[in-house]
């Protein structure tokens, strides 16, 4: 973990879910130091343990050893989590909301981390640029902060 300045934190790690614990224990810290309550602690780490899944099992296929950057950038109203892959890229507006009832009743296992991140965040910015990066950004307001870009 580099921290280069307050406002900016990086973590870089390969695409083996082995190392989720390293981003989750990453994220936690860096969300307690910025005055998150441990609800709101626990919802950050899970979106972001979610965007790493669905990196290491779409982007790069399971694959391991591919790299993972993770950097952590706050400001005195959002906390900003920013997750770059070089794997397979995939179109954000191309995935539906899944129908909540059916999933429930077909019993299904997977298949809503991207629905799981909206909920769980305020916003989620993707910037796909197919062949060269994807990037995920997951920002969380301070609780009672009206901000809002």
């Known amino acids: 973990m580099q921290n280069p300045n307050k406002n900016k934190l990086k973590l870089q ?8 614990m390293l981003v989750r224990d990453f994220i936690a810290d860096a969300a307690k130091n910025f ?3 441990d609800e709101n602690i626990n919802k950050i780490i899970m ?15 399971c694959r391991p050893g ?10 005195s109203k959002k906390f900003s989590v920013v997750i770059k892959d070089k ?14 009832k ?31 990066q994807n990037e995920v950004k997951l920002i969380k307001y301070l609780p009672g902060n009206l901000f809002r870009n």
């Open 87 to 100: 794997g397979k890229h995939f179109e954000p507006g191309e995935i539906n909301p899944p129908n909540m």
């Open 35 to 37: 005055g998150f309550d």
């Open 102 to 132: 059916e999933y429930l009743k077909q019993f299904k296992v997977g298949g809503l981390g991207i629905h799981l991140m909206k909920t769980l965040m305020d916003e989620i910015k993707y910037k796909i640029q197919p062949g060269v």
């Open 66 to 75: 591919q790299p993972i950057d993770i950097a952590v950038m706050t400001d």
């Open 13 to 20: 790690i390969t695409s083996h879910t082995s190392n989720l």
């Open 47 to 61: 979106a972001v343990d979610e965007a790493c899944t669905n990196i290491i099992k779409h982007a790069y296929g």
